[in-house]
C-alpha cells in the first residue's frame, strides 16, 4: 500500500496511555503521532468519539473443531441425561 493517511481527533489508546491526538501513517506505517502540524495526507480519516490503537492486532478468532471419531457426537451423554431426567423418550439416536 502506498499513500497517506491522516486519522484525525480520536482517543489514542497505547501500553501506557490514552490521549486525543492525530496518527500520521505513510506508506502503511505510523510516521508521527500527536497534534496534526500542518500534515498533508492523500486521505483523512475523522476519528472524533473513536478509539485509535496504533499498532493494535485484531483479537478475534474462530476456533476450529478437530474431527470426532465416526459415530461420536460431543454432546451425547448430556442429551441423554436431560432426556432421563425430564422422563423424556428418545426416538432417535443423537449422532
Given amino acids: 500500500m502506498t499513500g ?4 484525525r481527533g480520536g482517543h489514542v489508546v497505547t501500553a501506557a496511555d490514552t490521549f486525543r491526538a492525530d496518527v500520521l501513517i505513510a506508506d502503511g506505517k505510523i510516521v508521527a503521532l500527536g497534534t496534526d502540524d500542518g500534515w498533508t495526507a492523500d486521505r483523512v480519516i ?15 478468532t474462530h476456533t476450529f473443531r478437530a474431527p470426532q471419531p465416526q459415530g ?18 428418545r426416538n432417535h439416536d443423537v449422532r
Fill in 4 to 7: 497517506s493517511l491522516i486519522i
Fill in 72 to 89: 461420536h457426537h460431543p454432546n451425547r451423554g448430556r442429551l441423554q441425561d436431560r432426556q432421563r431426567r425430564v422422563g423424556g423418550r
Fill in 46 to 60: 475523522d476519528a472524533e468519539g473513536h478509539y485509535i490503537l496504533p499498532g493494535g492486532i485484531d483479537t478475534h
